[in-house]
């Protein structure tokens, strides 16, 4: 275990073999992405897990039973006053935010610990793969204060579950339950509050000890292929697999087979 290089006010931050886990810490409330959470969430991705060699996947949850991230700090926004091209040019920091979590190279994996409302949702879906206790909640509840999911919500959502059901739960403002969600496919297992976060790290890990290189491009070869045509993401796909053809962790990985041992990757 590693403790950060630096405190974060808002984001717990360490490292655990070679997965990095970051708590979204602002129990008192909801764990919302107010305060200083975007700017610490990116220095935990982009400078702390970027930085560190041994870090090969990420974990992100919440602190606490009751939620992952309940979203935007309401309390915080309430009376704050903006003009639409002031929030226009003020919100591509967060779709950027976001974004580079989704681009990531490094796997992400979310691990819903409690409710995951609005923004909450929206760095949920930013993640590789997500895993939840059975007590979580799911919804894109923006409308009911007269405005949008506007962190990626319109745009991630009806690619993951389709576009039915992504309006169904952006019009209606509902939440779900966990085993929605994994009917759904917003999650990919449910398991007892207790047995998350162990499972989660073993699954991280599980993800951390295959090559690299491999998954870095089996990664980005999927989020390509996701948003063009059959043909484009085909030849990405060639791209990607050129990209490791000639790597050593391929050269270990065919030895190891060969030779019936476990293979040590470095990453190169």
Not at 28 to 42: E, H, I, Q, W
Not at 152 to 173: D, M
Not at 228 to 250: K, P
């Amino acid at each position: 275990m590693s403790a950060a290089p630096a405190a974060l006010a808002s984001v717990l931050y360490e490292r655990r073999e070679n997965v990095a886990i970051v708590t979204l810490n602002r129990p008192g409330r909801m764990n919302t992405l107010g305060g200083s959470m975007k700017p610490d969430l990116a220095r935990a991705f982009f400078e702390y897990a970027r930085a560190d060699e041994r870090v090969r996947a990420v974990l992100i949850t919440g602190s606490g039973e009751r939620a992952f991230c309940a979203g935007a700090d309401i309390k915080e926004r309430a009376d704050q006053q903006t003009t639409g091209s002031d929030y226009f040019v003020a919100q591509k920091a967060t779709h950027e935010l976001l974004r580079n979590i989704e681009e990531f190279e490094k796997p992400v994996v979310a691990a819903i610990n409690g409710v995951a409302l609005g923004g909450g949702l929206e760095v949920a879906l930013c993640c590789d793969i997500r895993l939840a206790c059975d007590s979580a909640r799911f919804g894109l509840p923006e409308v009911k204060l007269g405005v949008i999911p506007a962190a990626g919500g319109t745009q991630r959502l009806p690619r993951l579950i389709g576009q039915a059901r992504a309006k169904e739960l952006i019009l209606t403002a509902d939440l779900i339950d966990a085993d929605t969600a994994l009917r759904y496919g917003i999650v990919s297992r449910v398991l007892p509050q207790a047995e998350l976060m162990p499972a989660a790290i073993a699954f991280a890990q599980r993800i951390a000890e295959h090559p690299p290189l491999a998954v870095r491009f089996a990664k980005r070869a999927i989020n390509r292929g996701l948003q063009t045509d059959l043909d484009s993401g085909l030849e990405y796909e060639r791209y990607a697999a050129a990209m490791v053809i000639d790597s050593a962790d391929r050269k270990e990985g065919m030895r190891a087979f060969v030779e019936k041992r476990k293979p040590v990757f470095t990453g190169r």
